[in-house]
Every structure is written in structure tokens, then in C-alpha cells.
């Protein structure tokens, strides 16, 4: 499984962007696909996922209501919306796939999951 990122960049707070992961290998009938994010100094937080074609949506309190996830089978591409951006939202973004993706929380394994490289994303005050 191959994940790339893209979309990044710097935005002021209340504004957009939107992420996109490009996949190869990964197959979204049965595995779990989402994002994390790692700011500056912290560790690694799930932001969004999808638990596969038919199943759950998970979205960490902090982002409910401003971020959404989306798949589009033609170019196997997930995408991350975001919305009304603010600065705590500043952060490496990582695409990931092959983790457990529940209505209440995500949780990744060292050994079996797949990451993408990252895209900074910085929002400014």
C-alpha cells in the first residue's frame, strides 16, 4: 500500500483547505483509511477516518462539525476537508490506512498500518 499526500499550505484562521491522498494497493471494501495529525512538539492525534466502503465514520471532538472525510473510487484518492480552520489546527497531516477505525476512536498499529509522508498544514491568527 502506497499513500501520497498533497494539498498543504498555509491559510488564514477561518478559511479552507482541502487534503488529498492518493492510494495505490489499498483496497477500500474491506480496510479503514483516514488521517492523523502531529503538531509541533505533540504527539500523533486521529483526526478522521473511514472504516471501510460500508462501514463507519470517526471524528475527534476537536475537528466535529468542521472537518469531513470522503472517498472517490475513480481516482482511489480520500479526501480531507477542512473548514473554519483555526491555529491549533497547525500540523503535519498523515494519510493512513489498515487501522481500526470505530464510531468512538481510532487506533493504529506500528507493524501493520500504512502511512503517507505527511503535508504541513499552518494556519495563521
Known amino acids: 500500500v502506497q499513500l501520497v499526500e498533497s494539498g498543504g499550505g498555509l491559510v488564514q484562521a477561518g478559511g479552507s483547505l482541502r487534503l488529498s491522498c492518493a492510494t495505490s494497493?489499498?483496497?477500500?471494501?474491506?480496510?479503514?483509511i483516514g488521517w492523523y495529525r502531529q503538531a509541533p512538539g505533540e504527539g500523533r492525534e486521529g483526526v478522521i477516518c473511514?472504516?471501510?466502503?460500508?462501514?463507519?465514520?470517526y471524528s475527534a471532538d476537536s475537528v466535529k462539525g468542521r472537518f469531513t472525510i470522503s472517498w472517490d473510487d475513480a481516482k482511489d484518492t480520500v479526501y480531507l476537508q477542512m473548514k473554519n480552520l483555526k491555529p491549533e489546527d497547525t500540523a503535519v497531516y498523515y494519510c493512513?490506512?489498515?487501522?481500526?477505525?470505530?464510531?468512538?476512536?481510532?487506533?493504529?498499529?506500528?507493524?501493520?498500518?500504512?502511512w503517507g509522508k505527511g503535508t504541513l498544514v499552518t494556519v495563521s491568527s
Open positions: 493512513v490506512a489498515h487501522f481500526l477505525c470505530s464510531l468512538t476512536y481510532m487506533t493504529y498499529s506500528d507493524e501493520g498500518s500504512y
Open positions: 494497493g489499498f483496497n477500500f471494501d474491506v480496510h479503514a
Open positions: 473511514l472504516s471501510g466502503r460500508h462501514g463507519n465514520t
